[in-house]
């Protein structure tokens, strides 16, 4: 935490305050957040989504709903009346608790149509403790889905019995903040938004050869399109960071298919794009006590990732059907997921034409992997590894309105995960260090120049499992490092107009104790840190860390300091 700031505050309550002098954009830095010194309530450092100062109309879209089944509950949405779009801003919000007692950790949806505005998990309940939490969104690039009355649903599947006593209750509401008369939307909202879902709900990936697909009719004067993706990891895939290859996995007692996923993107059957698998741990994973009151980097709040598909513009505007296609690259059972195609319209042109030049992307990835295993006298050391490189360009082009429109997207991802084992009768140790680094460059030009936007995302993860005998007891102390941090800069005909950082980390420790049959009796030595830090050239700024210690927030520190 940075000294010396005169946006340093010492409690909590100055830190509200702070924060609203500091950063008028976020003008409500506690939104929805119950930061208390002293308990164990769920929370996180998540910045909530800046707002216009003018009052937003808000629609509620379902109000205490109580989750205790896996039935779905649909819910019908009608626009504001008050609020007529454009709207210059949307932002989804929901706030949950589960009661008092022992329930898993659920996956949560709220779909409008086929199209997913919600995606994330809830947080696991103690005997004596009933968290409640706080989430929120920036809906407006998706404003075509909420012009038009539609059936919603929110599906949040939970087993209640008498062993698994959880009950989730759910509210969710949409706030739409008008335009201002001459005012300029910005983010420009997509022209549409398809799911590549036929119905409300996530499909089940279970084998490489498992697809989410769509063959849709797109409109004729397409400019730019993306594709949004979610890749959940689910049942035997929910660690695949911890998995080694098929032939060690029964000695390193660890799941299959080496510790590399990724989903793949096609266009008709071609190679379209690339989306890394963000490794998001539930509230649940490995040991629940580690996330008492932090979770896991976008475990309550999942972000989908973008793909860049604005090359296949022009094809995609033939008037033919196409079909867009995922799939999980060594999945083994299995990912949820969803996605949607965003488009943007050439609104002078009632049809454009192009086509794609070049295509460098392979159909399938190529990981290395490496064993360099040692076993003597029952005893196991050494590392297992497996890494993995993409690197491609696909340029393609659009002739519309403003001429001539040629897209290159260059993408280099790069994928290494290292696992150090030392297993023996007594111990069990499994360190695993893994890194997703990706460096993408979108290159738009035509008659007025070049624009350029570079990424530089990376995806650190560190889980050091150590499992070994404890007095007369058994402790299993784990200690984790999860962060997300990506880099933008935007650039036209040389001249950098914009940039921006954010970096979400979340590092826990804790050591779980059993006794000599393997039964709870109960955790020591927890802590956890969450800080999220937000930084762009436009003078935005946002930086809190949290602290906890023994499961209860112990402090709440926040710094502005803008560029």
Not at 337 to 360: E, K
Not at 440 to 467: C, F, H, N, Q, W
Request: charged fraction near 10%.
């Amino acid at each position: 935490m940075k000294d010396g700031s005169k946006c340093a505050p010492k409690t909590a309550m100055v830190a509200v305050l702070v924060a609203l002098l500091c950063v008028a954009s976020f003008k409500s830095f506690a939104a929805g957040q119950n930061y208390q010194i002293g308990s164990g309530n769920t929370v996180t450092a998540d910045p909530p989504v800046p707002r216009p100062p003018s009052t937003p109309c808000k629609v509620v879209l379902f109000d205490n709903l109580a989750f205790e089944d896996f039935n779905p509950k649909s819910f019908a949405y009608e626009p504001p009346a008050n609020c007529p779009g454009p709207w210059r801003k949307i932002v989804f919000e929901g706030n949950f608790s589960v009661t008092a007692g022992i329930q898993f950790d659920r996956t949560a949806n709220v779909w409008l149509g086929g199209t997913n505005i919600y995606f994330g998990t809830t947080a696991e309940p103690s005997p004596t403790l009933s968290p409640s939490w706080h989430v929120e969104s920036d809906l407006t690039e998706y404003a075509p889905l909420f012009l038009t009355p539609q059936a919603g649903q929110v599906d949040i599947g939970n087993l209640v019995n008498s062993m698994y006593t959880g009950i989730i209750y759910g509210s969710a509401d949409v706030e739409f903040y008008p335009l201002e008369q001459g005012g300029v939307q910005n983010p420009r909202p997509f022209d549409a938004v398809l799911p590549l879902s036929a119905t409300a709900g996530t499909v089940t990936l279970a084998s490489p050869t498992d697809t989410l697909s769509a063959t849709l009719s797109l409109p004729l004067n397409i400019e730019r399109a993306f594709l949004d993706v979610y890749a959940q990891s689910q049942n035997a895939d929910e660690f695949w960071y911890t998995c080694v290859p098929d032939d060690v996995a029964g000695e390193l007692q660890s799941c299959p298919s080496t510790a590399f996923r990724e989903t793949e993107i096609t266009i008709d059957g071609q190679p379209a794009g690339v989306a890394p698998v963000f490794p998001w741990i539930y509230t649940g994973g490995i040991d629940p006590f580690l996330w008492f009151p932090l979770p896991g980097v976008e475990t309550l709040n999942f972000i989908p990732y973008r793909v860049d598909l604005t090359p296949f513009a022009g094809l995609l505007s033939n008037g033919q059907p196409h079909t867009v296609s995922l799939s999980i690259y060594n999945v083994d059972n299995y990912f949820s997921a969803t996605a949607a195609l965003l488009l943007l319209l050439d609104q002078n042109a009632t049809q454009v034409s192009g086509g794609v030049t070049h295509n460098g992307l392979k159909a399938a990835p190529n990981p290395n992997v490496v064993e360099n295993l040692n076993t003597s006298n029952g005893n196991i050391t050494g590392t297992v590894s497996v890494t993995s490189g993409r690197d491609f360009a696909i340029t393609g082009y659009v002739e519309g309105s403003a001429g001539k429109v040629t897209t290159t997207v260059s993408q280099n991802i790069v994928f290494a995960n290292l696992q150090n084992f030392n297993i023996t009768s007594a111990n069990y140790v499994q360190d695993i260090t893994q890194n997703t680094q990706i460096y993408s460059t979108t290159t738009i030009e035509d008659s007025t120049g070049k624009r350029v936007t570079s990424l530089v995302a990376r995806y650190p993860l560190t889980v050091d499992i150590s499992l070994a005998p404890s007095g007369n007891n058994i402790a299993q102390t784990t200690s984790i490092h999860q962060e997300y941090h990506s880099q933008t800069t935007d650039t036209v005909n040389g001249k950098v107009t914009f940039t921006s950082e954010r970096n979400n980390a979340v590092g826990p420790t804790d050591t779980l104790l059993f006794d000599q049959n393997f039964n709870l009796i109960g955790n020591q030595g927890q802590s956890s840190v969450n800080h999220y830090f937000l930084n762009n050239s436009l003078g935005g700024c946002y930086d809190l860390t949290l602290d906890a210690v023994n499961n209860v927030l112990t402090a709440v520190n926040y710094v502005c300091n803008p560029q």
